[in-house]
Each structure stands twice: as C-alpha cells, then as structure tokens.
C-alpha cells in the first residue's frame, strides 16, 4: 500500500541568486555537442572560496554527452550520443581540469566511416540507419562493438572501469582518461548466450568492499531470464565469483539496486526487456510494460541472501503501486525489515518523453509533459506474507533524482540525501537545484539553487574527522551558467549548503551522469598505456 504521508516538512532554505528574463535560457546547451578536449587547464578557486580539504583532495571524474552527430546523422535518444569524460583534480586552492572524448570502438568505427557507426541505441538517428538485408541483426554484437560505457566509473584492482547498464566495461587511464581496452573477465559460468545486461550502479559488499554487480541472461526459448549477480576483488579484478542468482518469466531491466548487512535488495519493475524486439528495434521498443491482474514477482522485491544460508525473499506490491523506478538511495535492514529509499514515477520511466534529446530542448514539453520523480521508502518485511509499506519522502511538487548519501553509511541506517531537484520553487523543468533532505531531526529540506545555472549530480565527501557528523562534508558538482555557456566546479557545505568554493570558468560540460571522487595517491603506480581502443 502506498501512503501519502510525508515524513518531514517541505519547508525550503535556499542559496539564490538575482532571477534573469528567460529562468531557462542555456538549458538545451546540455543537449548540444560539446567538442572541446585538452589535458590540465588549471585555475584557482574564486577570491571569495576556502580551500579544498585534504581529505577531499584528489579527482573528481564525472561523464556526460559528448558528441550528438557524426557526419549526415544525429542522434536522438538521450543516452546515445558518444560519451565523454571530465576529470577535475582538486588541491589546495586549485583545480586542473582534463576533458576527453571517449574513444571507444564505437566511436572511433564511427569516425572511420564518417557516420553513426551499428551499434544499439535507444532511439533511431535521424535519418535512421538501416542495416543491410544479408545482415539484419547488424547492431548486435559480433557485428558492433555496444562499449559506449559513459554511465559511471568505479575501481577495482588498480584500474578505473566506465561502465553502462551492460556487462560490457572498458578500462581507462585514470590520468589522461585515455580508453585502453575492454575489460576482461576470466572464463566463468556466468554468461549465457544471450547476456543482455548490467548494472551501472554496483554496490559494496558491507564486509569485504568487494564491487558487486550483476550479468542479465535471456532464454529466447522460454523467454524468461536469469541475473546472475558476482563480486569482484581487489587482488583479482578480472575474476567473476558467483553470489548466486535469481529467475524471471520475463527479462527484467535493473538500473539499480541495494545492498544491506546480509541481502541484496533487488527491485523488480512491471516492465521486460524484449531481447526480440531489440534485434531488430531500437532500445526503446525493448522497454514493455507487462500486464498484471494479480500482484505477483513482476512487481515485487527480491530479498537475495549474501552467505547464501537464507532462503530467498520475495515480497510483492499491490497492483495500485506499480514499482516504476530508477535510482537507489540506500538500503538497510532491521530486526523484522528491510528499508530501502527508491526514485520512482508513476509510469515507465524508460517509455518518457525525457528520454529523447528533442524533447529535453523543447521548451512547451519542458514545462508541461515531464512526469515528476518523486523518492518512496518502502519497508519489506522479513516475514512473507506481510504488505510491503510505501511513502513519499521528497517534496512531491517537485521532480527528485540523481540522489546521494554519505557512502560510509551505504547499507546502514542513514538521515540525510542530497538529490537533484527538477521544477525547484514549482517552476518549469530547468528550474533546478541541490537539495538536502533530513529523514530522522525534522528540519527543512535546503537547497543550493542559481537561476539559470544547471547542476549536476552532486557526489557527497565525507569528512575524514573521527567525530564527524553524518552530514559533515562537502558536496562537489559541475555547474553549467546557461547564460555564459561557461562550466564551474562548485563545492557546497553538505550541512548548511552554502557555497565553499567556486572554479572556472571551464568549457561546457554536457548532461552528466554519475561522477565519482578518487582521493589523492588513488592510482599509485598505475602504468599509461599510450594506444587508444582499436576496432
């Protein structure tokens, strides 16, 4: 059951500056191509800025859109351009910047034939592509390479990984962001025929910090699926272990999920990933709502023990509360449950109009047909049989996404969430700013809001202080000024969101993704690989 209660006052603190005559001018600047590539443009932080922490010293990689077209074609989905890397290393007072275009087999095939290169893409370029008729599966893998992995970064074993929701990574040279090559795992039981998906998001174990993540099989006999989940070693970056999995009926598609002390929390939204319908298809005809009229395990919670000693859990939702979501806050477990934050819709959120590059430039369709995101907890109980009980804790009037916690409390317990927040003070779409959301004190959600000025994801930095509070760090992200068509590398106060430093101006940074922080000495003696990715 969902209830509408609201679990602390929407009451907003905000940092604002002088309002502007058009609040979204420069928005659809996150939708054009941003070409520019170079290797430390250095700057200091502004006159006004306090240095960086030493423990928030150290990189800051976060991906984006890259390029839009290449030669007579342009992409159209939102997450089909070529990708591109930012990398802003932060000491002292200063911030050097790297930005790079990822030249993954995707993209240098591309540039060889002077057009979009086969490869699957959630919306057809315009024009469209057509494959030849002695080949009509010619987007698939063998016949392309699908590695334009832009989504997030991690490390493992020394190397920095960019990945997608795809079993599908490449390695890259942390200090020029340089692709070096497909990652390899050595040969398990892991893969089937059909290996169909990842996860972009893998979590850590809470005991070992092993990287756990996910391969998705399909069976196009029975046409149900199969998710294996692994984890990876520090000592053994290329060595899949099994931690056991999980079947559908219908090929599933999970963006996310959590982890707790001794589960992981695995979302099943009513949705399949129609792997005949992609052989031939764009991504986007793939994504298929199922038709439900009974609750059951095609919109439900999946409770996988860690140790593999419990049984399997599954706990499924009324037909009123159809699971629809994307990001996952955190999770963690009680006595009697299991608590996990979500982002969620309240329909498809891989069948919406902000999916598609047209759309998010669209001004009418800015303001009036974006479907707002809102963050649910539900609470599973151990015990099947019992409701799974839901409620909203953003500000419903708004659209939230992009979320953060403090990582040394992923898996526990945790109060705060910082987020990014769409139609901010009830304005249009590109009304956007940080907020901070309190879960256990009851004080007002703040902000950090610019007009016109549009940020990305903010990743939290915790305090390294033995007696640091939860909420004791930084919050760093990239800031467009719509306006300047000009970049900023911002810090903020995670507990009061005021502004600590301000850096730039650096070129544009496209729609980002997920950017991750890499303390100083993180790479050690890591080797550069001079050659780039070859097809």
């Known amino acids: 059951m969902l209830a509408t209660c609201f679990l602390l006052p929407f009451l907003a603190v905000t940092v604002r500056a002088g309002a502007v005559e058009d609040p979204d001018i420069g928005f659809s600047l ?8 170079f290797e430390k443009q250095c700057v200091e932080v502004s006159p006004t800025s306090k240095p960086f922490p030493t423990w928030a010293s150290g990189d800051f990689i976060i991906p984006s859109l890259g390029v839009m077209e290449m030669g007579d074609r342009k992409m159209v989905g939102l997450l089909d351009p070529f990708g591109k890397m930012q990398k802003f290393e932060m000491k002292g007072s200063m911030v050097c910047a790297t930005y790079r275009i990822m030249a993954t087999g995707f993209y240098n095939a591309s540039k060889a034939l002077k057009t979009v290169a086969p490869s699957l893409l959630f919306f057809e370029t315009d024009p469209p592509r057509q494959c030849p008729t002695y080949n009509p599966v010619c987007n698939l893998a063998p016949h392309a390479p699908n590695d334009n992995c832009f989504v997030n970064t991690f490390k493992v074993g020394g190397k920095i990984l960019t990945i997608t929701d795809s079993p599908t990574m490449l390695e890259m040279d942390p200090r020029t962001l340089q692709i070096l090559k ?13 290996r169909y ?18 391969v998705g099989n399909s069976n196009l006999l029975t046409g149900g699926a199969q998710i294996n989940f692994y984890h990876l070693n520090e000592d053994d970056p290329n060595r899949r272990t099994s931690l056991g999995n999980v079947t559908f009926d219908h090929p599933p598609y999970m963006h996310s999920f959590g982890i707790t002390e001794n589960y992981l929390v695995l979302p099943r939204m009513p949705v399949q990933l129609s792997i005949t319908d992609i052989m031939i298809k764009p991504l986007s005809a793939g994504f298929q709502d199922l038709k439900m009229s009974t609750p059951g395990i095609d919109n439900a919670f999946v409770l996988l023990p860690l140790d593999g000693s419990r049984k399997v859990i599954r706990a499924f939702l009324p037909l009123d509360d159809m699971l629809y979501f994307v990001h996952t806050v955190n999770a963690y477990e009680t006595a009697t449950d299991i608590i996990i934050d979500l982002t969620t819709s309240s329909h498809n959120p891989f069948a919406s109009h902000g999916l598609s590059l047209p759309a998010n430039k669209d001004k009418a369709v800015m303001r009036h047909k974006f479907t707002p995101e809102v963050v649910k907890r539900f609470v599973i109980p151990l015990q099947e049989g019992k409701p799974v009980v839901a409620s909203v804790i953003s500000d419903p009037r708004t659209s ?24 901010h003070g009830g304005e249009s779409y590109a009304s956007i700013a940080i907020v901070k959301y309190d879960l256990c004190y009851g004080s007002p959600a703040k902000h950090w809001f610019r007009q016109s000025w549009y940020p990305s994801e903010a990743l939290m930095i915790p305090s390294s202080e033995p007696s640091a509070a939860e909420d ?21 106060d995670a507990q009061t969101m005021e502004i600590r430093s301000e850096a730039g101006p650096f070129p544009r940074v496209g729609f980002t993704t997920h950017g991750q922080f890499y303390a100083a000495g993180a790479w050690g003696g890591q080797e550069i690989v001079e050659d780039s990715l070859i097809v």
């Open 400 to 423: 939230t996404d992009f979320t953060k916690i403090n990582p040394r409390f992923a898996g526990k317990k945790h109060c705060f969430f910082w987020a990014v927040e769409n139609k």
């Open 182 to 194: 497909r990652h390899e795992f050595d040969k398990d039981k892991l893969e089937d025929v059909v």
């Open 472 to 492: 004791d760090g930084i919050l760093v992200f990239t800031a467009l000024d719509g306006a300047a068509d000009q970049s900023y590398l911002m810090t903020v």
């Open 197 to 214: 998906s990842g996860s972009a998001h893998p979590v850590n174990h809470p005991v070992t910090g092993d990287w756990i993540d996910s």
């Open 30 to 37: 996150l939708f054009e191509t941003a070409p520019e590539e």
